[in-house]
């Protein structure tokens, strides 16, 4: 047995004395933390509570191995070894549990996510990068079991770009690509598709990514037995294991109360990952829940006496105690004296948490009930709310909800009444709402100076020679002036490496730029994604291709739970600028021309849904995107790389505005919203339209997230007091959803003369040739007689009924 804690440096008995007592005050204060904070739920001060007991060790063991650089993509076991890293203090722990809102007490994510999701500041408090190699890392967690896999292979790969390619700065991101990215994941977890996917795809990239399984046999109640084959997920993976001739994993094996193994296994992993850029597999077994899963349930209920008893003696912590003891490193009494102390610094921490949590609401409640008691004296209605009062003082642990609502409610009491008191309190609850609202609400965006919306329009620019080319060539003209100008930007998907992507939009360019920035990968859309998160959360400039939008389904979860939601709950602390590239609409058959905006839009608020009707269009919003710091999904016209356009001057320099729309034809009678492929027939029925008196306008949405940010539509309404949305998805989809910014959002209801309309598909999928299309999606003709069947509404006599 190695009992060699830092196998890197020679250091004295006595050192290493400390080293392991330090270690064990660590695991015990962790330990502290977990017991006192499933008491901080069950008896009402904090919702909900998931902790790391049980799984101390392997942690302390793993933090030793984790330098400056490297990066964690983890779930919610791993409290000790961010407190190891020196990232989460007893303080912090707590006022995570509590949901503090000042992000300076609770840096994880400001209490946006319940604890045990842990992050590291990767931003400045302007949204700028910080020196992310000064720094140990860790990327913000996600709840959702193994979504924490797809993003762990960019933060690894991310390495092996700043290694091999040259000519990026590397300054605040990488010293060589030394860095590890460190993934952790509960065995049940391991069932994840995610799980293999993201497995398989780092041992292709050969990335330096070491993932370490914590295997307490259970996921919640759910045992082994029916999560696993073999009950042994090394057992099954063996196959990854490199050998001589085949790269491959290394694998380890280690039991996660044996403390030098552990030790000695991650320094070992460490070593090989870092060098020579392998993939490790650390699966760390026997491993215990001495509180059960969560605060919810209690493990009694499923697991039997003897497995009970067993986790009490296997208990990690209570492992390390007794070889501190057997190796008469501390004796049972200093132990217990050392206990004692942590005890007592758990209980300060916790009460020092609480206080900063709810000293601003005390005196938020103050505020408000000075302020109720003036109106109660002034009001007619006083005895009411003085009742409001005495039930809002006599909440013991108030929160803002309780504010709020018995101020609220007080004005009813005063809402025929004038007085300075009450327009004192609304004046406060006014401003206490804009207040507040920011600390739940803010950062779904970027909320630095790179916000893509900072950015103006640059428009193509064109001369006498301009020529007239395929639309795929402006793509490609455009992304090679791309790479070119951003040594960190890369695109990497199916078929979008040597052949150029199934289009001949990136042709010839990994010829150019090299294998590692034009790249083929596996059919694998969810760890393409997190491929291109895990980059751009260090510092590159990832364009995740998508080979069809109707695979984005594969990738759409990821980028719900994870890329849509990098800035928000950190409180913009991370971000992950990735730009994800696909092609979508009319082409044939049911999975090749589907257009699932409404679904999209509704899973991905976070980040911007661009949906350009040409490939100039397209290059402008790529040029846009990388001069900011935001995410989008950018779905180029299927069909349309064949078309021709006229080829810009100002190649790789103009820019699509994100949050316009253009008006593509003026009209005077209604306006016609649409957007992508669907616009050619638009533009076309309304030139029919015209040869019988009908002048329609037609807006290009362009951006449907975010959206017409100008009101250009409702100024279009305005004018003509008629509008049809037409699109090619489903009724209820994104038509429903443009339907409603104009709406709601721009109130264009009171101008409007004729009832607002939207035209979109069949509820089923596109039938497959030229009449599959025709009987699913809106026709030109459908369209025609959508819009003369509201002119005729209006006039039959000028339009009298077509059938
Ligand atoms: C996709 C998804 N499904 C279900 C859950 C609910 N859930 C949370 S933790 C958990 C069990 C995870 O077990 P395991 O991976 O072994 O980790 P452990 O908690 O045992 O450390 C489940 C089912 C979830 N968070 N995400
Ligand atoms: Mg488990």
């Not at 191995?65 to 791993?78: I, L, T, V, W």
């Not at 016209?637 to 729309?661: A, D, M, Q, S």
């Not at 009209?667 to 050619?680: A, H, N």
Request: glycine share 8%; charged share 25%; with cysteine.
């Amino acid at each position: 047995m190695n009992i060699n804690p830092n196998a890197k440096t020679e250091i004295t008995f006595e050192d290493f004395k400390a080293e392991v007592l330090n270690d064990y005050e660590l695991a015990v204060t962790s330990r502290e933390c977990s017991l006192l904070g499933r008491r901080e739920v069950l008896t009402g001060k904090a919702k909900f509570g998931i902790f790391g007991d049980g799984k101390e060790i392997p942690q302390i063991a793993w933090a030793k191995a984790f330098e400056n650089g490297d990066f964690r993509s983890g779930y919610y076991r791993d409290q000790t070894f961010m407190m190891a890293i020196g990232e989460l203090t007893i303080e912090q722990f707590f006022a995570g549990l509590y949901a503090n809102t000042d992000i300076k007490e609770e840096p994880m994510s400001a209490g946006r996510q319940m604890g045990g999701h842990f992050a590291t500041h990767s931003l400045d408090d302007n949204g700028h990068w910080k020196d992310l190699t000064q720094q140990k890392n860790s990327s913000a967690d996600i709840s959702p079991t193994a979504g924490q896999m797809p993003r762990l292979l960019g933060l690894a790969q991310a390495s092996k770009i700043y290694r091999q390619v040259k000519g990026i700065d590397t300054t605040n991101f990488s010293k060589d690509g030394n860095e590890i990215a460190w993934g952790t994941i509960g065995n049940a977890s391991t069932s994840e598709g995610l799980f293999f996917e993201t497995i398989n795809a780092a041992g292709v990239l050969q990335v330096p990514m070491v993932i370490s399984i914590w295997d307490d046999e259970y996921g919640i109640s759910v045992h082994a037995k029916h999560q696993t084959t073999k009950e042994n997920i090394s057992e099954i993976l063996k196959g990854f294991q490199r050998n001589k001739n085949e790269k491959g994993y290394e694998i380890f094996r280690v039991d996660g109360w044996n403390y030098p193994e552990l030790i000695d296994t991650y320094q070992r992993a460490a070593q090989i990952s870092r060098k020579e850029h392998v993939p490790v597999m650390i699966h760390v077994q026997q491993l215990t829940q001495p509180q059960g899963h969560s605060t919810s349930g209690s493990h009694e209920r499923y697991k039997d006496n003897e497995r009970l008893a067993w986790e009490e003696e296997y208990d990690c912590n209570a492992q390390l105690r007794n070889w501190i003891i057997s190796n008469n490193i501390s004796t049972d009494d200093e132990l217990i004296a050392l206990e004692r102390r942590i005890k007592k610094s758990v209980r300060e921490g916790k009460k020092a948490a609480w206080t900063s949590f709810i000293s601003p609401i005390l005196t938020e409640r103050k505020n408000a009930i000075h302020l109720l008691e003036q109106l109660a004296s002034s009001s007619h209605n006083g005895v009411f709310i003085k009742k409001l009062i005495n039930d809002l003082v006599a909440v013991e642990e108030p929160l803002r909800r309780d504010i709020l609502s018995a101020s609220r409610k007080a004005l009813r009491y005063v809402v025929s009444e004038d007085s300075s008191e009450k327009v004192a309190l609304q004046n406060w609850i006014n401003n206490y709402l804009n207040e507040i609202q920011p600390k739940y609400s803010s950062h779904l965006h970027s909320a630095s100076d790179l916000n893509a919306l900072n950015l103006s329009e640059v428009v193509p620019t064109y001369d006498a020679g301009s020529k007239d080319v395929d639309g795929r060539v402006v793509l490609r003209e455009n992304f090679d002036a791309i790479f070119s100008k951003y040594p960190e930007a890369l695109i990497f998907g199916e078929d979008a490496g040597y052949i150029g992507d199934v289009n001949q939009g990136l042709e010839g360019l990994q010829e150019k730029y090299g294998k590692l920035r034009v790249s083929d990968t596996g059919i694998r859309e969810a760890t393409i994604v997190g491929q291109g998160i895990g980059m751009a959360m260090r510092g590159l400039r990832p364009i995740a291709e998508i080979q069809y939008l109707d695979y984005v389904m594969y990738a759409l979860q990821i980028m719900s739970d994870d890329l849509a939601t990098v800035q928000y709950r950190t409180k913009g602390r991370q971000k992950a600028p990735l730009i994800v590239r696909t092609r979508g609409h009319r082409l044939e058959g049911i999975w090749h021309s589907g257009s699932q905006m409404g679904g999209i839009l509704n899973l991905i608020r976070g980040i911007h849904v661009l949906v350009p009707r040409d490939m100039t269009k397209a290059a402008g919003f790529y040029n846009t995107l990388l001069e900011s710091d935001e995410p989008a999904l950018v779905v180029e016209c299927l069909n349309g790389y064949r078309l021709k356009e006229k080829l810009p001057n100002n190649i790789g320099e103009f820019k699509t505005p994100i949050g316009v729309v253009e008006t593509i034809r003026e009209g005077e009678d209604i306006t016609l919203v649409s957007y992508g492929s669907t616009l050619r027939l638009v533009e076309q029925a309304a030139k029919e339209l015209l040869e019988v008196g009908i002048d329609a306008e037609i807006i290009d949405v362009q951006s449907l997230l975010p959206f017409d940010l100008n009101h250009d539509i409702l100024k279009s309404i305005v004018k003509t007091n008629r509008v049809m949305v037409i699109d090619e998805d489903i009724e209820g989809g994104a038509s429903a959803y443009i339907l409603n910014e104009i709406l709601n959002t721009q109130n264009a209801f009171q101008y409007l003369d004729s009832q607002p309309k939207t035209l979109a598909a069949k509820p089923h999928r596109p039938a497959y040739g030229t009449d599959g299309d025709y009987f699913s999606k809106p026709s030109v003709e459908d369209i025609f007689e959508a819009i003369y069947g509201v002119m005729h509404e209006l006039s039959p006599m000028d339009f009298p009924k077509l059938r």
